[in-house]
């Protein structure tokens, strides 16, 4: 389900009744078109998200813990100056739109009460965050800056009068009589209810039309149904999947198939929906380059490999050079130069013909040279050939493991993957390169005994955690064969509970993370080796134990540590 009117109806009347008269403590901007408000109502610390991003703009609450940058953007800076501080008086929709007005109470510079209206334009693409004066309706600032180039119906920059968008002539199903045109039968009555009624988005449409059998008759009590649901807050959070897809819904919609889960609230359910697609979407983003990058070294490498292999097949047949040219040695007599070619008896093959190609421009004892020198070329090139191939398989696995950990990253994670990167050659280095500490600290999780479970989440991570961080006597997981996190069990007898736990994490952490059935090595530290001058990340090891485990999404997200 789209974040339609009907949604955000009921969006508002939840988050009402948790952050009203709640004050706000803290401010943050983790991404470009978000903001975090933490505001503290009712005796607990609550996390309002504001997103205009363009595909997954929405208001929520969020247990999502988001990275805030270490320079908070010019936007950000204007919300702490006029919003630390102040009360939430009121959340308010404007009738059955995306609109959505935060009412605060603070006070300005010289002390008086001032009301300030944080807006949020819930609009896809045209997504914005403003922030008010409510008394001179002026724009104090605005997460997305438009010019009047851009927009002639409004002007969307700090100082510029705040104008609500372009109004409609639909009618609000929460203060309208329920009834459909019947005079504009080439429209289905999906079609007739996004007309004809403000802030219906599809999949609702779909469900009322389905309710009401595609009746017109049916269609008000159809429809009386859906706003009954929203006015007295009869909402059952969905999350319904159907195989790679899923979507969400505030009512279990009979028209949708697919496995269904439930919520208690509708900020649970979104937590559940978006953090997974938003997270990929910004690491696609934001790592867009990263990923350009290596695949174009990784293709480049693999089509190295090709030809290397055909340089070595050629190779194989090194033999037929030297018989040709012992063969024109043996039958010297037999020839004269200017010849373009002769057949001679190959005595290896029980004296079957051979033809062999002459050069007209040399003698008979130069041509058979020229096989021999051909023949002893080919044998020194399969020592070189043999050391490029392995040189260059180790260049494809490293740069494989750094496609599976961009594949597998948060936006975090990206740092310290350009860092590597850089330091391995492939990025040109910024002038002022600084490696953060975080970008060294594993992720932490607990096992259900509470055994502490680490997972580096990039190669600078895996040598650090493996060499460094580990004890001899923990216990080392990784996929075998396959590009993936280095895991470490805090424990030189883990409970065989928390292996399975352990290679669960490290299965999910792989580039193997939806296969059924993937086997992990299980060894202690004491059996790892870092050869000299290896790449990031990369160790060898021994007298190893592998199980097989099929990667579970919720248990890992069980076991991460908060």
Known sequence: MSFDGLFTHGMVDELGQTLENGRISKIHQPYKNEIVLVIRANGKNHKLLLSSHPSYARIQLTEIPYENPAAPPTFCMILRKYLEGAVLKEIKQIENDRIVH???????????????????????????LFLIEESEQKIIDCIKHISPLQNSFRTLLPGATYINPPKSNQLNPFDAEFFLPVDQPELSMKQLIQKTYQGIGADTAVEISYQAEEKLAHFPKAMQKMVTDFSEKNLTPTLIIQGNKSSFVPLPFASISGERQSFQTLSELLDAFYQGKAERDRVQQQGADLIRIVQTELNRNQKKLVKLQQSLDETEHADIYRIKGELLTAFLYEMEKGMPEITLANFYEDNQPLKIALDVRKTPSQNAQKYFAKYQKLKNAVAYIHEQQQLTQVEVDYLESVATQIELASPKDLVAIKEELQQEGYLKKQKKMRTEKKSIQAETYLATDGTVILVGKNNFQND????????????????????????????????????????????????????????????????????????????????????HVTPDAELVSRLRKK
Do not use: C
């Open 102 to 128: 935060f009412i605060f109470k603070n006070r300005d510079e010289i002390g008086d009460m001032k009301n300030i209206i944080l807006v949020a334009e819930i609009m896809g693409r045209h997504s914005n």
């Open 464 to 547: 650090q955690l493996t060499l460094k961080t580990a004890k001899k006597t923990d216990i080392w997981l990784h996929t075998k064969n396959i590009p993936g996190s280095h895991v470490i069990i805090q424990s030189a007898e883990p409970s065989e509970e928390t292996l399975l736990e352990a290679a669960n994490i490290a299965a999910y952490f792989s580039k193997s993370q939806l296969s059924a059935s993937v086997p992990v090595d299980i060894v202690p530290v004491k059996k790892i080796r870092k050869p000299n001058g290896a790449k990031p990340g990369y160790v060898i090891y021994e007298g190893q134990r592998t199980v």
